[in-house]
């Protein structure tokens, strides 16, 4: 049975090999150390960072504009920072970014349907879109 540290602090005793650590920080520097009967050795290695699962999106419309809310999706990276909501005006794709999890699109054209998404950032990168939901704004 090894003895194994994960940057100094003993996660066990009495591991045996293969042993895998759980719950690592994405984009973080480790140094796993291993002694065993006397022998030691170690292995220095950084986790990567995970872009974010796609969120889901919910609309709601009222007049002239479309409330949104955002749900995240899987997230095994660095913490979320931000979403972009996508939809469109008419057949105009247009975007507006956020960083909470609910907002409203205003400004929009009465008894026009229109098509929302919603993706999420994390330092990795932007997830893929949510899928579609559509809401049409009243006068």
Known sequence: MATIKNNGVVVSTDATSPFSLQNLTPNTAYTVEVEDNGAKGSVKFTTTDIV??????TATAKVGAID???VDGTNDGTAITGYTVHYTEG????????TSKTGTITGLTADTEYTIQATAKNGKGESSKSAAVKATPTA
């Open 68 to 70: 949104f809310t955002i």
């Open 52 to 57: 974010p699962g796609a969120p889901t999106v």
């Open 91 to 98: 057949t105009t794709p247009k975007t507006q970014d956020t």
